[in-house]
């Protein structure tokens, strides 16, 4: 799993679990091309992409983006347990 950042296109972020935690490389494309392994713990990795979920699309509805429907709809596929 990854995450662009195209409007910027100055970094990428991706995400390889392995067992309790997640190896995520950070690339950055900017003036010097530079990649970083970094190990972090899988829990905390979850919670912090949900936080971040939660308050993009808080957002996104607060801007009249969206409804608060298509919000429920969209963010509940992410906090189902498995």
């Known amino acids: 799993m990854g995450l662009d950042f195209v409007e910027s296109y ?11 935690q997640i190896k995520c490389y950070l690339k950055d494309l900017s003036y010097y091309y530079q990649e970083s392994l970094i190990i ?9 992409l949900k936080q971040f979920l939660t308050e ?27």
């Open 40 to 48: 972090l713990d899988k829990q905390q990795v979850l919670t912090q």
């Open 10 to 20: 100055w970094c990428r972020i991706k995400f390889f679990p392995v067992d309790s």
């Open 56 to 82: 993009l699309i808080n957002l996104v509805v607060n801007q009249g983006y969206i409804s608060l429907q298509d919000r429920d709809e969209f963010i509940k596929p992410a906090f189902v347990q498995s």
